[in-house]
């Protein structure tokens, strides 16, 4: 694969107008300020270039290599470059065929359809079977030089709403370094939850619709300033077909956030993904999946 230079990760056309998203900046908590821009269009100081081309492994397009960011954890650096990340969970044959459940894994992709990221679930098989998608999982992810940058560590909690004692979490700890946390908050009808930084302080919220469950459209889960009054992103799962969706657990995902956002808060935006999948958007034994936090 060979390119005339680094392409700009422009996005497409955004997936909510921008008059919910009102430019300024968001104060969360310690240093995380960040100039909110509509989805697509670069905020904040410059960025260095992408000085390397796209690499092709087996066909997969790879995103180019980031040079090292003074005081970015290793493998964050491809987070600066871009505004939307795009999560494909791979099919199953197996699952499929006898319903067996495996460790999910999934492709992490930019706007230009090059892989960032490969993530991969590492839990055991007796975990799988008994604990269904309310399992505890770790979830390893790795760059294009098979380095695993982040490490996604979700423990055993209760998954309804009326155990508000032991509500779910994910922590985020990238080899060596724990940047963040995914707290799920107590509602009676919604899923919400707060992203918190390394020392447990607040920084965004994340809300949901009262029904998780659609036909022919996606359901959105909204990222949004600490007080709740200004968009600041979204977590989409995307509607795949009545195929896929009736006799997969496959989904499809897709990400939004300021392009300034501090990388290892990007990261736990990753992480959230995944435990809303999981909490979700997962069939259970039964083969129907949640429609609430019921």
Known sequence: ?????????????????????????????????????????????AIPPIQNQP???????????????????????????????????????????TGFETNNKYELKNAL??????????????????CGPSRPFTIRIVDNLGREVITLERPLRCSSCWCPCCLQEVIQAPPGTRVGYVVQNWHPCLPKFTIQDDKRMDILKITGPCIVCSCCDDINFEVKSLDETCAVGRISKQWTGFVQEAFTDADNFGITFPIDLDVKMKAVMIGACFLIDFMFFEHNADGKQRTGVW
């Open 1 to 45: 694969f060979h390119s005339s230079g680094p392409q700009p990760a422009t996005a497409p056309a955004v997936p909510y107008g921008s008059s919910q998203h009102v430019a300024g900046t968001y104060q969360g908590a310690g240093n995380y300020d960040f100039q909110a821009q509509p989805m697509g269009f670069p905020g904040g100081a």
């Open 55 to 97: 690499i092709m492994h087996d066909g997969t397009i790879w995103m180019p290599i980031p040079p090292p960011i003074p005081n970015c954890p290793p493998g964050l650096e491809y987070l600066t470059q871009i505004d939307q990340i795009f999560i494909h969970q791979e099919i199953e044959l197996l699952e499929i065929l």
């Open 113 to 130: 359809g090059q892989r960032v990221y490969f993530a991969a679930e590492d839990t055991g098989c007796l975990t799988r079977m008994c």
